[in-house]
């Protein structure tokens, strides 16, 4: 069989009919997986159906399911909640509610059904399809239905999603919503961190979690939380003085606030739980400390989704309809879930399973079993808290007589500080002695080096640029001068966090090793850049600060656009030659179409944009929809070094020109604002994560090249990048990594994103031909020029 097939030879949903709904508690993104799941079965011929209110809108049948329309998920994509609804629903539980849901469906013919919300949701799904010949049966036998109609609907097929915003769901690393909920709670933090310090006060935040501390610890991580209660890793006994101790501590080191997170399920190591205001009280009492609660509630449910779970949401949907359309009468129901930096489909019930027994290994205190079944990157999350959490006094600590430097190098990125600061404080809690280099290879070569402290990061977390400087300068032509200062400075390890500039850098670096035997020490790379076109790392610090700061802007200019009918805006991203921040920046704002260095096109490829943004526009004019809103404001996405040729400005007057007295059309030139701002929680958790594990990583090199009293280490594996390479985080030499580097245009020969350039075309329904690979990931695709009959759908 051969490694990929044509989608549309085996998977035409043609005579299919597919459900969709949302469960159980609302998350942001959800309405981004409905558009996907919408569009994508309506692109593959199926017929597609909301079911309003969850369970309860499929029970009550009627106005409640309804067939969905292209037009109908438009301006979905930014909008929170879910606008389909959702419902707890008691009848659905018992068999009588059941047998009306399976009534309803079949009445519609239909037998594909999409589920998103947690795991009682897709348990409650899961249950349904196992019952499904059973209630048909009933059905037959009421005289309900007839014997063609059970032949029809004969297998019911599930696919779920999950939507909740404590990534409380075993099977998946993230689920839709929680990120967006990061973003209101860290927020919040970095709005209070700034009265706090002028107070001088301490803060004690409540966030969701009732038995998922996910989102505590990650947000506590985020912003280097002093505390954190979660119900997962109860504190040991005797915590009240451990805390209170280290409280008192931070303010005698001259902390001018303290920051304490509570998840409203925390519990201590007997079970009993452990509230805001106990712990409040607790600090007041013992410390006299001037001390506020903050609850946050219902507001990490609100505001619009991230650009994170926009993404997230639209490559869930189209997997879970690739997943139904390929299912067979035995396929066991699955979620579509995240694994690393791939969108995964796992056995439904499995996952349900292993969450169900996280609960159990908690009510039996067996805590350390609980944060196993979490998961890889909860236990990550954890064990990097713990070690950038626990401040030793200098005599605590071991003596590794290693001198490591850091410095940042490239442009500058959000996220920067925060692996500086991880950095910093796991090198001293190693025993080393840490040093900043300011201003890149040009501070460096200058001798701009000094001993950096703990306390010296603190609060760096959310601080967003670079507080060390950055430059983009390589070494290669002060190679002498900056060997002869890791001599004075006597440096045994580098630590160079950036863009291709540090990669670069560093492979003069350890090209000069025979020249120059300073340069004979471990050194390892962290990408960071917006552009994300780093070599051997899926994924870059920075970047994701900077698609939120791309999808802000678009959700701002379709409100500035919300007066004015039909009009169309060209913006340019920036990214050098990487296509990356235009492709995902353009999937996760809905653009209808994204130009890019990677994928050429040409003045026809232009032409018949025009001719189908055009004619969608005219369209929708004719079948007389006021003021249609999918209409108001469509986006032309264009990477700023697409075609040399074909310029920003070239192809707004192309569109002004052709689109006159249809549209009109404005330009957008995005610039250095996706550089700035404060990080993301994304970047500051992964900068965080990925600067501990690279000084542990130095630390292991430093120890094995330790001989005769100095450090030397001159192979390959000396130098490295550590880098995300789809489910992991892995340490590549860079010599192996030159041959996968296009060093021209400075970006990777391969780069999974494009595989993403299927799913923004298709919702925004281009004629494609597209492959799916044996597990159903849409691999490939090529633009066919649509047809008349193919202008009818608007964005």
């Not at 490694?3 to 998350?27: M, P, Q, W, Y």
């Not at 291709?500 to 003069?508: D, Q």
Request: with cysteine; hydrophobic share 40%; aromatic share 6%.
């Amino acid at each position: 069989m051969s490694d990929t097939r044509k989608f549309v030879e085996n998977l035409s949903g043609a005579g299919k009919s597919i459900a969709v709904l949302t469960s159980g508690g609302d998350a942001q993104g959800m309405n981004g997986a409905v558009r996907a799941v919408v569009r994508m079965g309506i692109y593959v011929g199926a017929k597609v159906y909301f079911i309003h209110e969850g369970y309860q809108g499929m029970v009550d049948g009627g106005d409640n399911i309804k067939e969905a329309t292209w037009e109908s998920v438009s301006s979905m994509l930014q909008v929170g909640g879910t606008v389909i609804g959702s419902a707890r629903c008691k009848e659905f539980r018992t068999h009588e509610g059941r047998l009306k849901a399976a009534h309803n469906l079949v009445q519609r013919g239909i037998t594909n059904l999409c589920v998103i919300g947690g795991d009682g949701s897709l348990t409650g799904a899961n249950l349904f399809k196992e019952e499904w010949s059973g209630l048909l049966n009933e059905l037959l036998e009421q005289g309900l239905i007839d014997e063609e109609a059970v032949r029809r609907n004969s297998v019911l097929h599930i696919v779920g999603m999950v939507g909740s915003i404590d990534n409380d769901f075993c099977g998946t690393d993230m689920t839709i919503g929680t990120d967006s909920a990061l973003h209101r709670i860290i927020e919040v933090v970095d709005a209070i961190m700034t009265t706090a310090q002028s107070h001088q006060r301490t803060f004690v935040l409540e966030v969701m979690g009732r038995h998922c501390g996910y989102l505590a610890l990650v947000s506590a991580l985020a912003c280097g939380a002093d505390w954190v209660f979660f119900p997962e890793m109860p504190p040991e006994d005797g915590w009240e003085d451990n805390m209170c101790q280290k409280l008192s501590e931070n303010r005698s080191r001259g902390s001018r606030l303290n920051i304490i997170i509570v998840a409203e399920g925390a519990i201590d190591s007997q079970g009993q739980h452990i509230s805001s205001d106990f712990v409040k009280n607790l600090v007041v009492g013992r410390l006299g400390l001037d001390t506020r609660v903050t609850i946050l509630g219902h507001v990490q449910r609100g505001g619009t989704p991230s650009a994170f779970d926009r993404i997230l949401a639209s490559r869930m949907g189209v997997e879970a309809v690739v997943a139904l359309l390929e299912a067979s009468a035995d396929t066991p129901a699955c979620v579509v879930s995240l694994v690393g930096n791939e969108a995964v489909r796992l056995p439904l019930m499995e996952c349900v399973q292993i969450t169900q027994e996280v609960q159990k290994a908690m009510d039996e205190k067996n805590f350390d079993e609980a944060v196993r079944l979490r998961g890889r990157s909860f236990e990550h999350n954890l064990s990097t808290y713990r070690l950038l959490a626990s401040r030793k006094a200098d005599s605590e600590l071991p003596n590794s007589s290693f001198n490591v430097a850091v410095l940042n190098v490239g442009a500058p990125a959000a996220g920067m500080n925060a692996a500086v600061r991880s950095a910093v404080r796991v090198g001293i809690t190693e025993g080393h002695k840490m040093f900043a280099v300011n201003d890149g290879f040009e501070g460096f070569h200058k001798g701009q080096i000094k001993e950096i402290k703990w306390g010296d990061v603190g609060g760096w977390t959310g601080q967003g640029g670079s507080l060390l400087g950055t430059k983009r300068t390589l070494p290669g032509k002060h190679l002498d001068k900056i060997a002869e200062q890791m001599r004075i400075h006597n440096i045994n390890a580098l630590l160079v966090i950036g863009g291709f500039e540090a990669y670069m850098g560093l492979l003069e670096l350890s090209s000069a090793r025979d020249k120059y035997s300073e340069f004979c020490v471990p050194m390892v790379m962290i990408p960071a850049t917006v552009s994300n076109n780093i070599p051997g790392s899926d994924l870059s610090i920075g970047s994701d600060t900077a698609l939120n700061a791309i999808t802000d802007t678009c959700d701002r200019i379709k409100q500035s656009a919300s007066g004015t009918k039909r009009r169309v805006f060209i913006i340019e991203t920036m990214g050098g030659y990487c296509g990356y921040l235009a492709t995902v920046g353009g999937l996760a704002a809905g653009a209808d179409a994204v130009y890019i260095f990677e994928e050429p096109f040409d003045i026809r490829d232009l032409q018949t944009n025009v001719e189908h943004l055009t004619h969608k526009m005219k369209t929708s004019i004719q079948r007389g929809l006021p003021a249609l809103k999918s209409c108001t404001c469509v986006h032309r996405f264009r990477n700023e070094n697409c075609n040399e040729n074909f310029t920003t400005d070239f192809i707004y007057q192309l569109y002004s020109e052709e689109g006159r007295g249809v549209f009109d059309c404005r330009k957008n030139i995005l610039g250095h604002m996706q550089q700035g701002g404060a990080p993301s929680p994304f970047d500051r958790n992964f900068g965080t994560k990925v600067a501990a594990k690279a000084i542990q990583w130095i630390t292991r090199m430093l120890k094995e090249s330790y001989k005769g009293g100095i450090v030397f280490a001159n192979s390959e594996e000396s130098v490295c990048l550590l880098g995300m390479r789809r489910r992991a985080m892995v340490f590549q030499p860079l010599a192996q990594l030159q041959g996968e580097t296009d060093f021209v245009h400075r970006i990777p020969k391969d780069q999974w994103w494009l595989k993403l350039r299927p799913v923004m075309k298709i919702l925004a329904k281009y004629k494609i031909d597209y492959d799916v690979s044996e597990s159903g990931q849409l691999e490939h695709v090529t633009q066919v020029r649509p047809k008349e009959s193919d202008f009818s759908a608007c964005i």
